[in-house]
């Protein structure tokens, strides 16, 4: 990419990031209530997404072959150890990550 190319990519992700940051604040303003269907996938959509991120990550778990999925099951363990524990999402997720990332790499390699 040339540099002019760099720079209009930069800008580009930096507009498409300030619209959908500010967007919502511009369509639901302070003044009327937020839609109840706003309010619904507000409440709904953190867990949606995060019961698809484990089936993400074990759509390919053999459980015949290899470790037989040992290191999934074990950070999906502390994933939810964590969670009940601290109540807390990017601890949780960043703690099963690394709990992964260690199983694989030193103790089932």
């Known amino acids: ?3 002019m190319q760099k720079i209009i990519t930069v800008l580009m992700v930096v507009a498409g990031t300030m619209i959908t940051r ?3 604040f511009v369509i639901f303003r302070g003044e009327k ?3 109840g269907y706003v309010q619904y996938l507000g409440r709904v959509l953190p867990a ?3 019961g698809m991120l484990v089936i993400y990550c074990l759509k390919e778990v053999n ?3 290899g470790n037989r999925g040992i290191p999934e099951w074990i ?3 502390v ?3 964590l969670h009940k524990w601290k109540r807390q999402m990017l601890l949780s997720i960043a703690g099963g990550t690394i709990c992964y990332m260690i199983l694989v790499q ?3 390699a």
């Open 22 to 24: 500010f967007l919502p």
């Open 48 to 50: 949606a997404v995060f």
């Open 75 to 77: 950070s999906i363990a």
């Open 33 to 35: 209530p937020t839609p």
């Open 63 to 65: 459980v015949l072959a």
């Open 106 to 108: 030193y103790v089932f």
């Open 79 to 81: 994933v939810i150890g």
């Open 1 to 3: 990419m040339s540099l």
